[in-house]
């Protein structure tokens, strides 16, 4: 059976704090330890508090493009020059969002999120490099814990096309196999199976944001026991869950939609 257990922080995390020891005080202060082939959930917020990637709105300068996308969609240009230095592309966007790809993920202004930042001028950018962050927690977290398999996720919230609403989805991982394949496993009926990936990491942030929430719950951990996860101590990358743009069934089939001159 699967436990999932919020860890509520022992004080809301300051910027510039120890990740490690933030999540290990947080764990003390909830009567909680980690075990072995426990799964941790940290919240990408926390995660880029910790590595100090606050910045004021104020400071940034747009440019012609950040001019021209704050005009178009209705946004701070401000915020929209963040989303430009902080994403590897632009897509598009509705009112007051830009829709970018950010590590091969597609995410609202490049993860960037002005909720609990603090002042109305703040806002906290995504970790700079999420697999390592999640790595390195990993490390201090098996030493302080004397620990062998132990899965960490950088985790946050995004929105799936044409559905209402955020859900949790993981962008950085160590310790466990973010996908696993099923591609020449049987069904009930013997039948094998021809496409079905898990996406096990992002299935474990799912569950694990019913109880990290979106608000004031100061919930930024969550411990995942008795998780069905593929523990390794390989390095895990972004390639691990990539899927490139032409094989992937939304992007590459939107492409062709409106490259054949459809409107929707």
Not at 83 to 105: A, P, R, Y
């Amino acid at each position: 059976m699967i436990n999932v257990i919020p860890v509520k922080a022992y004080r809301i995390i300051s910027k510039g704090e120890d990740l490690a020891k933030a999540v290990t005080a947080s764990l003390a202060y909830n009567k909680e330890t980690i075990k072995e082939k426990d799964v941790i959930i940290v919240s990408s917020k926390v995660t880029a508090l910790c590595e100090d990637r606050a910045r004021d709105l104020r400071r940034a300068t747009p440019s012609r493009e950040a001019e021209s996308l704050g005009l178009e969609y209705n946004m701070s240009p401000q915020l929209a020059q963040l989303v430009i230095e902080n994403s590897d592309l632009v897509i598009g966007g509705v009112e007051k969002v830009l829709l970018t790809m950010v590590n091969n993920t597609l995410i609202a202004n490049a993860g960037i999120d002005k909720s609990n930042a603090g002042d109305e001028d703040t806002v906290i950018l995504w970790p700079s490099k999420p697999y390592e962050s999640a790595s390195n927690l990993r490390n201090e977290l098996r030493d302080y814990y004397k620990l062998h398999d132990l899965g960490v996720i950088i985790s946050d919230s995004h929105v799936t096309p044409l559905r209402s609403g955020v859900i949790g989805s993981m962008i950085g991982v160590a310790g466990i196999r973010p996908v696993d394949d099923c591609i020449g496993r049987t069904d009930l009926f013997g039948r094998k199976m021809q496409y079905t990936k898990r996406a096990v990491a992002d299935q474990l942030v799912s569950a694990a944001h019913l109880v990290m929430g979106e608000c004031d719950e100061i919930v930024p951990f969550v411990l995942i026991r008795g998780a069905n996860a593929g523990f390794t101590n390989e390095i895990i990358n972004v390639n691990d869950s990539k899927v490139l743009f032409k094989d992937c069934l939304f992007m590459n089939s939107i492409r062709k939609y409106f490259q054949e001159g459809n409107n929707l």
